[in-house]
């Protein structure tokens, strides 16, 4: 059984959030927005305080899908187009720049603090840029403040946020599942075939579990692989 994820149009906060309401009495699971929002429009700006409370009210969770950017300055449509155009490839290689461009946009303006029940998923840009991002952005907190105004209570990191509220997939990245969950544990990582599209790895799924999860035990399998996604997804009905 297929469940729906919503799109929404980030353009007009108050529109994605009627759409979040809308979604969740549909009973769509989960409400794609832009990885990146487009140049003048990223997710530290207060006007999107209207979406952020639909999805923790509706308890929506969004999702920013590899293939949803808004196209401009800086972007090429590689999955708009046959992806042979000059710089295709560059871009496609580099795509998780502009999610490390939204997800500190909001944890560096407090939203996750702000609003404490709302939760986010990364999908398909897989996990070994993760760790130095994570390091990167307590980095900058503590030691490069004057960028940082806003601060956090009771002591917290970027990354607390970020283990707490911010859940990853991937399908195909040992290096990260060797390396990520040291630094947040196994809750918020789900792995995925990406099926049925033709470059994901289904139908030799139980091949690439068996390689990348060698280290793990057969209860974080189950966690990465099926429980984690039920979770988030609310699968359960």
């Known amino acids: 059984t297929f469940k729906g ?22 009973g769509l ?7 990146d929002p487009g ?11 209207l979406l952020w409370e639909a999805a923790e009210s509706h308890g929506v969770p969004l999702s920013f ?26 871009y496609r290689a580099t795509q998780a720049f502009w999610m490390q461009r939204s997800v500190a946009c909001m944890i560096f303006s407090g939203v996750f603090e702000r609003f404490p029940g709302l939760r986010v998923a990364i999908v398909e840009h897989e996990l070994s840029w993760l760790p130095h991002l994570l390091v990167s952005m ?3 907190y503590t030691e490069y403040s004057q960028t940082a105004p806003y601060r956090f209570a009771e002591g917290r990191l970027p990354s607390d946020f970020f283990r707490d509220r911010i859940y990853t997939t991937f399908q195909e990245d040992k290096l ?5 969950p040291a ?11 990406d099926y049925p599209h033709t470059d994901g790895i289904w139908p030799e799924s139980t091949k690439y579990i068996e390689e990348q999860f060698v280290d793990m035990t057969p209860a974080q399998i189950q966690k990465i692989t099926c429980d984690n996604a039920v979770e988030f997804y609310n699968l359960t009905n």
Do not use: C, K
């Open 183 to 193: 630094m947040i544990g196994d809750e918020t990582i789900m792995w995925g075939s």
């Open 65 to 90: 899908h590899v293939a949803s950017p808004r196209i401009g300055p800086g972007h090429v449509a590689v999955f708009a187009t046959d992806g042979t155009g000059a710089g295709a490839a560059a």
């Open 5 to 26: 994820i919503a799109m929404l149009n980030t353009d007009d906060p108050a529109d994605a959030a009627g759409e979040v309401a809308r979604s969740a009495d549909l």
């Open 29 to 35: 699971r989960a409400a794609m927005i832009p990885t």
């Open 138 to 140: 307590d980095r900058t």
């Open 39 to 49: 140049e003048g429009r990223s997710y530290d700006q207060p006007g999107y305080d």
């Open 176 to 180: 990260g599942v060797e390396t990520l």
